[in-house]
């Protein structure tokens, strides 16, 4: 690999939103003494998805390739080597190269030469060159990391290429250090999590006609104040609606006795943050959906406190704490907790890993100890179903509050604070 220093200090070239040149060069590196001596680690990137047609999606890179490469374009390959010397490492990437005319009509993209001079590659080949110049970079690694399939043919990787060689799993290695954000990283999902929190705050101001509308406007909100846009497509559920956990359908009509579930977050450099609130749509709590409300939420307080690195607790064990304290709480209210009572009133995890994707460095372990730099949700729910077995002013109810936290030693980072979530702050709202 390239060395850096002088070339890009701190903050003077910046690949990403807050992300710089050093910082991926040193992600590449961190990840080449992670593998052992005389490997290779192969990426592909992401390949432009179709609608129908001609007609094709927003392009969205691959989250490992983009994570080690800065690189945010489809027809391209990552080659990262690490010879016999531990120190030794070469970063090479195929790219495609400038072409007007087909740029004229898809717009402009980097080239080769930028694919050296901006993204650092220590060599760049033409995407078309992959069958001629790929084995001779593999050459005799005792080793290839990837999570191309080899016995298939991938889009620039020809099925036969990688034949002979001993093929290991990148992913793990990859979630191993993804899983811990720098500060940069951080930076970008606080800035998700800013936007975010106020479009949802100031959607609890207005009585939505219907879901699609609630839904159109934080799709506008999150761009208007800065985000990329939408991280994932939202829930806006009315009523029992809300009990659909990922229901996205987003298009019925609001009644005002209702609660409104949403769970929505913005993107912000590709970084994301998840958050979920839970509010009644006329803007003041009935007695019953307050009770349930303020229960989950003492729950969900006392699980956002324990996120922090000197609490020595992983996701699974705040998950166990969340469940029981749930349990006691609807207990109070006069809930039936036996059998699988639990189970049937909240479904799911209290959290997961959240940083380039809603649903973070996927296999990465939920039973590990919290560490600084991890970032989670923390999303306790209470989802009655509307049937004789529970109380009668509760059926029917869904009320999920969730918040994406980074850990630190002592406390936790709230990155989604300004989605308020009291119930005094929220009835205050509609004045």
């Known amino acids: 690999m390239k060395s850096l220093p002088g070339r890009c200090p701190d903050g003077f070239l910046t690949v990403t939103p807050a992300i710089t040149a050093q910082e991926y060069f040193d992600r590449r590196a961190a990840l080449v003494e992670a593998l052992p001596r005389r490997s290779v680690a192969l990426l592909a990137a992401a390949e432009l998805k179709y609608r129908s047609g001609a007609v094709f999606f927003p392009f969205r ?10 690189f945010c374009e489809p027809d391209a390959l990552a080659v990262i080597r690490k010879g016999d010397d531990s120190e030794s490492a070469e970063f090479h990437l195929f790219a495609r190269p400038k072409d007007p005319k087909k740029e004229q009509w898809m717009g402009p993209w980097s080239g080769l030469d930028a694919a050296t001079d901006v993204f650092n590659a220590d060599c760049a080949y033409p995407i078309g060159d992959v069958l ?4 001779r970079l593999l050459g005799s690694a005792d080793a290839v990391y990837t999570d191309i399939d080899p016995t298939k043919s991938s889009q620039h990787v020809p099925r036969g290429v990688l034949d002979g060689y001993k093929i290991k799993p990148l992913a793990p290695e990859v979630h191993n250090l993804r899983a811990i954000k720098s500060r940069a990283e951080v930076v970008n999902m606080r800035k998700a999590g800013q936007v975010s929190g106020r479009a949802i705050t100031e959607a609890m101001r207005t009585s939505w006609e219907s879901e699609k509308d609630l839904a159109a406007y934080l799709d506008y909100a999150f761009t208007k104040a800065g ?3 939408p991280a994932y497509i939202p829930v806006v559920a009315g009523g029992k609606r809300g009990l659909l956990i990922h229901y996205v359908l987003n298009n019925a009509a609001l009644r005002d006795d209702e609660m409104l579930l949403v769970d929505a977050g913005g993107e912000y ?3 994301i943050t998840d958050i979920s609130r839970t509010w009644p749509h006329n803007g003041k709590f009935a007695p019953a959906q307050r009770d349930l409300y303020e229960a989950v939420l003492r729950v969900q307080r006392t699980s956002v406190a324990l996120c922090r690195a000197d609490a020595g607790m992983s996701l699974e064990q705040i998950h166990k704490i969340t469940a029981e304290g749930l349990r006691t709480e609807l207990g109070k209210l006069g809930f039936d907790m036996s059998g699988d009572a639990l189970s049937t009133l909240f479904p799911h995890h209290v959290g997961h890993y959240v940083g380039l994707d809603v649903h973070d460095t996927p296999g990465y372990p939920r039973n ?5 730099g991890h970032c989670i949700t923390i999303e ?6 509307d049937t ?6 509760f059926r029917g109810m869904a009320i999920r509050i969730e918040d994406s936290v980074c850990v630190q030693e002592e406390n936790p980072f709230i990155l989604t604070t300004e989605a308020v979530k009291e119930v005094d702050d929220i009835q205050a709202l509609r004045g």
């Open 61 to 70: 890179q691959e989250s490992n390739f983009l994570y080690l490469t800065g």
């Open 132 to 135: 001629s110049s790929l084995p």
């Open 227 to 229: 985000c990329d846009g």
């Open 269 to 271: 450099g590709t970084y």
């Open 368 to 372: 590990i100890p919290l560490r600084a």
């Open 380 to 385: 306790p729910g209470v989802y009655v179903p």
């Open 388 to 393: 004789e077995r529970w109380p009668e002013h």
